[in-house]
């Protein structure tokens, strides 16, 4: 099974573009200094629609994991088995996969970095790795 690229709209433009540059894309609230990821349209903090758009440094913690236990002809949920919403330092939150970790091993609380994964010649998205504690 070939990946399926993401889908991609005028209002997560600017995140894909990100992702191909090598950067994760917050909107920062131009009213209230409130951030969030995923576009919307007014601040959920004040309702201002004016916002600019940030790089994240993608450091973060695992705020909540689900490891998958999915028969192997399913290939791109077999590969990626840790589903993890992270926590970025910046305050929002993201769902995506951990990688170079054993199931076993993943707790909330660990502390992950973001890198950048191309799925095909168009898209690219972010997943996350542990951070070592050396």
Known sequence: ???V????TPETAYIWAGYRAGQLRLQLCDGCGHPRFLPAYRCSACGSPDYTTIS???AGHVYS?????????LPLIHDFPVIVLVELDEGVRLISNLVDVAPADVQ??????AYFDPVTAEATVVRFRPVSAS
């Open 5 to 8: 690229a993401p889908v991609e």
């Open 108 to 113: 909330i609380g660990l502390r992950v970095q």
């Open 56 to 58: 994240s440094a993608g």
């Open 65 to 73: 994991f689900a490891v998958t236990r999915r028969p192997e002809e």
């Open 1 to 3: 099974m070939s990946a």
